[in-house]
């Protein structure tokens, strides 16, 4: 099984619906972050979370909003999807100290008509 | 600010040809360095690391030495395969924060 996993995997919605992606980690560890990348842009922060009682706004989290759940769930919803939205999310997690690697989900490809 | 410059892609080469990546950062003190890859389909993961001045990390035949004189994390392969073909980033952490900061991301194709 995978150690951070996304659902869905794809999703077409349409303009004004709410979503949710959720993400679930198996690794044990505190920190949490959800990304979105685009083509060209690289991956650009959404919120990140250090723990359960901890949510922080990333460089875009405009039209977005989480819950963390538990420490092993992190969820990413977009409460009125506009089309703009349209990305492919991932989720990500890491160890407490600052210099560790992050390890990814295999993402959420979201469309938005 | 902090930042990641990374070449732009997308790059095509043969298979066994030689592979560079260029990748410089810009850093307030003395990040740790990484190489991220994208298979298609897939988040990404970890390549390789480095941690501090002259560190070479490696992994899978790549390899990329940090050097702190000319703020760069040049990603390297001697004969790169059809199987290399993914998306690359170069990212830094571990400014006494939390925060990764990713490149953009080079797109390597590799023809058999």
């Known amino acids: 099984d995978a150690d951070v996993t996304q659902t869905p995997r794809n999703r077409i919605t349409k303009t004004g619906k709410r979503i949710m992606l959720e993400c679930s980690q198996t690794?044990?560890?505190?920190?949490m972050y959800w990304y979105r990348q685009d083509p060209g842009l690289g991956l650009r922060l959404i919120y990140y979370?250090?723990?359960?009682?901890?949510?922080n706004k990333g460089e875009i989290s405009d039209g977005y909003s989480v819950s963390r759940q538990a420490q092993a769930k992190f969820s990413l919803s977009l409460e009125s999807a506009i089309p703009n939205q349209t990305a492919l999310y991932f989720c990500?997690?890491?160890?407490?100290?600052?210099?560790?690697?992050?390890?990814f989900g295999d993402g959420t490809r979201l469309s938005i008509l | 600010g902090n930042s990641v410059t990374q070449m732009e892609g997308p790059v095509t080469l043969s298979e066994e040809a030689f592979l560079t990546i260029n990748c410089t950062y810009t850093a307030t003190g003395y990040p740790s360095l990484f190489w991220y890859v994208q298979y298609p389909g897939e988040g990404l993961q970890l390549l390789l690391k480095a941690t501090k001045a002259d560190d070479k990390g490696s992994n899978k035949g790549f390899e990329a030495t940090y050097r702190k004189e000319t703020t760069s994390f040049h990603l390297e392969k001697g004969s790169v395969q059809v199987s290399d073909s993914a998306v690359y980033f170069c990212a830094l952490s571990g400014l006494g924060g939390f925060k990764t900061i990713f490149g953009a991301g080079t797109r390597l194709f590799v023809k058999a």
């Open positions: 690794k044990g560890h505190d920190r």
């Open positions: 990500a997690t890491s160890d407490n100290t600052g210099d560790q690697p992050q390890h």
């Open positions: 979370s250090f723990d359960v009682k901890d949510i």
